[in-house]
């Protein structure tokens, strides 16, 4: 693959035998406060290729050799989950359009059914962003 690259800009490749692809995007994107401690500049934060490189990730084990099975079972269960967060935004944004439809005409039975919606909305929403995090760092 062809680009350009100065001083601020690396390229972070895999490899292939000790890590999925796709559970090193979920590290890193959940993992962002790892990086800050080892970022400077003021406006723009960089982060050096050597402290990137320092960064331990954790990796699930099957006989002492980093497990892709797992990895890719843990990558299942994060995009499960994000697929899940995201029908809770939607039935929120659902909620949110019906609770404004109908705001002059709510009866007793409806105030309550949407109290209990908004509250099953949110504890799903609560767990699934509490949990997917901790999959990650299990392992290390």
Known sequence: EEGWLNQHIFKVEEDKK???HR???YFVKRSIDLFK???HGSTMKHITKGNFDRIKIP???SNGNPDLKEQE???NILEK???LKERGKNGERLLDEYLNYTKGSRTRKDKKLISNLQKIILFNLKKIILYAPELLLKYS
Request: aromatic content about 12%; glycine content about 0%; overall charge positive.
């Open 18 to 20: 000790l890590i999925n």
């Open 59 to 61: 990796l699930p084990l």
């Open 37 to 39: 401690k080892d970022t």
């Open 73 to 75: 079972r843990i990558v």
């Open 23 to 25: 559970y090193l995007f």
């Open 81 to 83: 989950a994000e697929k």
